[in-house]
Nanobody
């Protein structure tokens, strides 16, 4: 009874910026670690960035210095600010989170994905 919903994807030119959001809702007690993954056509899903409940972050080398992950615990929402976008960033971006629900169980959830296309 927990849902993750991504938003903010779209078409952007190389060098441009987008900000993705991931909102968790449902029977939530707390949201623990969260992260972003992406999957390009014909390729494996890859990890992009992660953030802990108290704000510690980590990034894949391919996005380090260009992307910034953040979260608003009061809103159960995570963000990915993407700057200096490259065509190779084109992918479906997925939100992932470990959520403790109100029964006390921690489970891992995925969002449905949002398309990011970087093209001139």
């Amino acid at each position: 009874q927990v849902q993750l919903v991504e938003s903010g994807g779209g078409l952007v030119q190389p060098g441009g910026s987008l900000r993705l959001s991931c909102a968790a809702s449902g029977s939530i007690f707390s949201v623990n670690a969260m992260g972003w993954y992406r999957q390009a056509p014909g390729k494996q899903r890859e990890w992009v960035a992660a953030i802990t409940s108290d704000g510690s972050t980590d990034y894949a080398d391919s996005v380090k210095g260009r992307f910034t992950i953040s979260r608003d615990n009061a809103k159960n929402t995570m963000y990915l600010q993407m700057n200096s976008l490259k065509p190779e960033d084109t992918a479906v971006y997925y939100c992932n989170a470990d959520v403790r629900d109100r029964t006390g169980w921690v489970r891992n959830y995925w969002g449905q994905g949002t398309q990011v296309t970087v093209s001139s």
